[in-house]
């Protein structure tokens, strides 16, 4: 019996002057603009507490705002990934980002339910086109080096997803729904950034630097063994958000119901599991290029069910210890299943990026609205109860081809 391989990820890139070195600024330059998207989103879900309070909402309507956001967010990202991989738009980055302004706008100002619903929905409607876009934007920018690219950019987002809570705690919490609108700040300086990433995205598509990096090539694989690989792929990516929706949604609600916490020190407690998910996720990336991205995924997802098993039975002290160390554990899977996907299917990085990113956000969102409702139904302890055993799908990255030699036949 043969072993299905994929190509390692250290093939050798091509060594002509504009392609042989990473380009550092631009990756910076969109991490930055990541860490601004993703902090503005994270506002929205820092709000909750206080939307629940202005508005009475129950768990369930607090999981259909996140419902919406995720599904404006993830529904249209592989289309527009698959429509920009055959015709790359540059200038669509800041163009995205503008929906993300008004959402927050509209935030600031929601006066019922259904406009908490549309805000949430324009600002997911930012991410739609940013994702897919940026995360070419840093395979173009790696020079070969895909897993530290991915890294570079996905901590941005990571750190901006931290900062939500830390200054909703710090500024809305105390000053109320109305200063949301100062965040909006945070999306003209991204779309400022963003028109200069577009200018040097625009030049690089047709240099030496774009056909080496996006360029389509043979994996050795056959339909159905990438077919399958993206299955189980997509298995992980299931139970990696539908996990993580039940910590970043309702973390806050659980901390303070079981524990007695004050909204802002639940807050602060959102921030140190979110900023444990910035670092997993820059550990990732460069392991990944070095040992192998098989090993990184079931490592990542497998290797955090032990510690999510023991999370509802322990004290406030042990819970803020174990949602660090799964905040480190899981994150790092992400960066490493999006490249290793893309390998997969050479030259579709839009439409792949588009695919993952939006199955991400999707996942979340249903996780969010299904946990929500069955918070409602019994409690929020016994949401974690029922999602510690989530991790345990990690398994399933034993059945991913291998990295390094071809499949033969």
Not at 388 to 400: I, Q, R, S, Y
Request: hydrophobic share 50%.
């Amino acid at each position: 019996m043969n072993e299905a391989t994929i190509p390692a990820a250290s093939a050798a890139p091509h060594k002509d002057k504009s392609s042989s070195g990473v380009a550092y600024r631009v990756l910076t330059a969109i991490s930055v603009s990541h860490l601004l998207n993703d902090m503005m989103q994270s506002v929205l879900i820092a709000l909750y507490p206080v939307l629940k309070g202005n508005f009475d909402l129950t768990f369930t309507q607090i999981g259909f705002i996140t419902l919406a956001f995720q599904f404006s967010a993830s529904l249209p990202q592989p289309l527009i990934g698959h429509f920009t991989d055959k015709r790359p738009k540059p200038y669509s980055l800041p163009i995205g980002m503008s929906f993300t302004f008004f959402g927050l706008i509209l935030l600031s100002q929601a006066w019922n339910f259904t406009s908490i619903i549309i805000a949430a929905s324009l600002i997911g409607m930012g991410s739609s086109v940013f994702h897919p876009e940026s995360s070419r934007v840093a395979r173009l920018a790696s020079a070969g080096q895909h897993g530290l690219a991915q890294s570079i950019f996905q901590v941005g987002g990571n750190l901006g997803s931290s900062l939500g809570p830390l200054l909703a705690a710090l500024i809305i919490v105390p000053l109320g729904q109305g200063s949301v609108a100062w965040f909006s700040l945070g999306a003209l300086l991204a779309i400022a950034i963003l028109y200069r990433v577009s200018r040097w995205y625009s030049y690089n598509l047709t240099s030496s630097r774009g056909h080496a990096t996006l360029a389509k090539s043979e994996t050795g694989l056959t339909r159905r063994q990438t077919g399958g690989a993206l299955s189980v792929l997509l298995v992980l990516v299931f139970s990696k958000y539908f996990y993580l929706a039940s910590l970043t949604s309702y973390l806050t609600f659980y901390l303070i119901h079981r524990f007695g916490t004050s909204i802002q020190n639940a807050q602060y407690c959102l921030f140190v599991f979110l900023f444990a998910v910035a670092l997993g996720t820059v550990v990732g990336g460069p392991v990944g290029d070095r040992i192998g991205r098989k090993r990184v995924i079931w490592g990542s997802i497998l290797g955090a069910a032990p510690f999510a098993l023991m999370l509802p039975y322990v004290n406030f002290t042990w819970t803020m210890v174990l949602v660090f160390v799964i905040g480190i554990i899981i994150a790092s899977a992400f960066s490493a299943i999006l490249v290793y996907a893309q390998e997969l299917v050479p030259g579709r990085t839009g439409t792949i990026s588009g695919l993952f990113f939006g199955l991400a956000f999707g996942m979340a969102g249903i996780g969010a609205a299904a946990l929500g409702k069955l918070a409602d139904i019994t409690s929020i302890e016994f949401v974690y109860h029922v999602c510690a055993f989530l991790p345990l799908l990690g398994v399933t990255a034993f059945l991913l081809p291998n990295e390094g030699k071809r499949f033969h036949s």
